[in-house]
C-alpha cells in the first residue's frame, strides 16, 4: 500500500492533481478541499494516498489532510459508496462540516454530491454517525465550543441554502450555486452568488 507520497506538483485541474516523484508523474484523485489547500503548480507537497484496486484498473486517491483520508475510508464502507462518491462528497464540504452534519442527522448536505441520493445519505448517517461521533469526537466539541470557522461557515452556507429553497429551488441546485462561494461571506451575499450563478 502506497501510505504518502512527496514530489513536485506538475498540473492541477478539477478532480485531478499530477505529482512527479523521481522522474515518475502519478495521477492522483483529489477532493477540492484537497486542491484548494495544495501548493502552486511548480512546488513540493506531500499527499497521504489511498490506492483504489478495480476490476479494470487502478486509482489513486490523495489527501492532504490525514482526516480527511481517515474520512474517505469510513465512507467507502458504507454499502453503495464507492471510492468516486465519497471523493464528491468530500469535495463539497471540510471534514468538520461534514462531522457535525453526519453527528446532527442533516443528510441534506450529503445529497448535494454527485451520485448521492436521499436514500443513501440517509444510510451514511446511519452507519457511520457512532463511529463519525467517537472517532472525530474532540474536532467537533471543539468547533461548537470555540465556534470555529469550519461551523460558522457550513451555518451560514446552510442557511444560505434554506432559503434559496423558499424561493423554489431545489436543495441540489442551490448547493452546487454555493460550490465555489467563499464560505464565510454572509448569508446575505452568499444569497447573491448563488442567484447569480442560477440565474
Known sequence: MIYSITGIIKEKEDGILIIENNGIAYLLNVSNQTLSHSPSVGEEAMFYTFLNVRDDGLDLFGFSEKKELEFFKMLTT????????????????????LTTAIISGDYKILTAAKGI?????KRIIL?????????????????????????????NINEAVQALSSLGYTYNDAKKALLNANPNDSVEQ??????????
Open 78 to 97: 458504507v454499502s453503495g459508496v464507492g471510492a468516486r462518491s465519497a471523493i464528491a462528497i468530500l469535495s463539497g464540504v471540510t471534514v468538520s462540516s
Open 190 to 199: 452568499l444569497i447573491k452568488i448563488a442567484l447569480k450563478n442560477l440565474g
Open 117 to 121: 441520493g436521499q436514500k443513501t445519505a
Open 127 to 155: 452507519e457511520l454517525k457512532d463511529k463519525v461521533a467517537k472517532e472525530f469526537e474532540d474536532d467537533f466539541e471543539n468547533s461548537l465550543q470555540t465556534g470555529s470557522t469550519d461551523t460558522l461557515a457550513y451555518d
